[in-house]
C-alpha cells in the first residue's frame, strides 16, 4: 500500500537505532525508498548523496543536533525547499517553537501514529515523478551468482523482533551484498554480475565482478593502455569517494559497528572491483 502515487526518497536521521529502524522499516512499506543514518553530522554528507524528498529528523542527537543540522540543510541550495520534519520525544513549546524556527516544516511528537505519518508523506511532491527512474521493488530482486541478497528492510524486520537486535553474520552480509546492488544501479547505472561480502574480525572485504562499461572500454581504446587503465581507476575510486558517507552507512547499519576507512582497487582488464572497509571494532552477531 503507497500513499503517494510515487516512491518517495525519505531520509531517516536519528541516533536511537531501533526507533530509527522501526520508523524507516514503516515508511519503507508504505512504498517508499528509505535510508537510515544515525547520526547528524554524517546525515550532511547522506542526504548530498541520496537526494531525498522527504527528511525525518530527530531534535536531540550527540553529535550535531536535529536544530543546528536543519539549519545547515537550509544553507544548501539542494534542500532549501526539501519537506523536513521533526520527530522528537519532546513535548514542550520551547524545542518546538526553536524546530520551526530552525527550517522544519513542521513537527510530529514520538511515537509518531499511523495516520500522522500518512499525513506527512502524502504531503511531499516527489522530485522524480518518471516511473522509470523509480526504485525496482526489493522483493522483485534476484541472487548474484548464488549469492544471497537480503533487503534492508527485511533486515530491520529479522532485527526488530529479535531480543538482541543482531542480524547474523551471513544476514550482515547479504545485507551488504543488496545495498551495493542498489546502489550500483541507481546511483552509478550499472549492476554486477557477482559480489561477495565476507567479514573476517573488525574488516569488511566486498568482491564485485563485474565489466566495464562501454564508455570505460572506448576510453581505454582511445588513450595509451597505461594512461587509459589509470584514468578508468582514478574515475571509479572517484565516484566511490563521492559516495562515501551512503557506502559507510549502510555497513554501520548492516553491521551496528561504524567505519573508520574505505580502500578502493580495480582491475582495469577483468572489471573486478574491491572494496575494503576497516572497521572500529569486531562486530556483535546473532
Not at 134 to 144: I, N, T
Not at 170 to 180: H, L, N, P, T
Request: charged share 25%; hydrophobic share 40%; proline share 4%.
Amino acid at each position: 500500500m503507497t500513499t503517494t502515487e510515487q516512491p518517495l526518497r525519505v531520509l531517516i536521521v536519528d541516533d536511537h537505532r531501533d526507533g530509527a529502524d522501526a520508523l524507516g522499516l514503516l515508511v519503507e512499506e508504505l512504498g517508499n525508498q528509505v535510508h537510515v543514518t544515525y547520526g547528524g553530522r554524517q546525515a550532511l554528507d547522506v542526504a548530498t548523496a541520496f537526494r531525498p524528498d522527504l527528511i525525518l529528523v530527530d531534535l536531540l542527537m550527540p553529535d550535531m543536533n536535529g536544530c543546528d543540522l536543519v539549519i545547515r540543510l537550509r544553507q544548501m541550495p539542494a534542500f532549501a525547499h526539501t519537506k523536513i520534519v521533526a520527530v522528537t520525544g519532546l513535548k514542550d513549546e520551547g524545542h518546538k517553537t526553536l524546530a520551526l524556527k530552525s527550517g522544519c516544516d513542521t513537527i510530529l511528537v514520538k511515537p509518531a501514529g499511523l495516520t500522522d505519518i500518512k499525513t506527512v508523506l502524502a504531503s511531499v511532491v516527489p522530485a522524480v515523478t518518471s516511473a522509470s527512474q523509480s526504485p525496482k521493488p526489493a522483493r522483485a530482486r534476484v541472487s548474484l551468482g548464488g549469492e544471497r541478497l537480503l533487503p534492508m528492510v527485511e533486515a530491520r524486520r529479522i532485527r526488530s523482533e529479535r531480543a538482541s537486535k543482531n542480524l547474523t553474520q551471513a544476514e550482515s552480509e547479504a545485507a551488504i551484498c543488496d545495498g551495493i546492488v542498489r546502489f550500483q544501479e541507481e546511483f552509478l547505472g550499472w549492476r554486477s554480475e557477482q559480489i561477495q561480502s565476507h567479514l573476517v574480525k573488525d574488516l569488511l572485504l566486498i568482491r564485485i565482478r563485474g565489466a566495464l562499461t562501454l564508455a570505460e572500454r572506448q576510453l581505454g581504446k582511445s588513450l595509451s593502455p597505461e594512461k587509459g587503465r589509470d584514468l578508468i581507476k582514478q574515475t571509479r575510486k572517484q565516484l566511490l569517494e563521492l559516495a562515501r558517507p551512503m557506502l559507510e552507512s549502510l555497513v554501520h547499519e548492516a553491521v551496528g559497528v561504524k567505519v573508520l576507512s574505505m580502500h578502493h582497487d580495480i582491475s582495469t582488464a577483468t572489471g573486478e572491483e574491491m572494496v575494503i572497509f576497516s572497521l572500529a571494532e569486531a562486530p556483535r552477531f546473532q
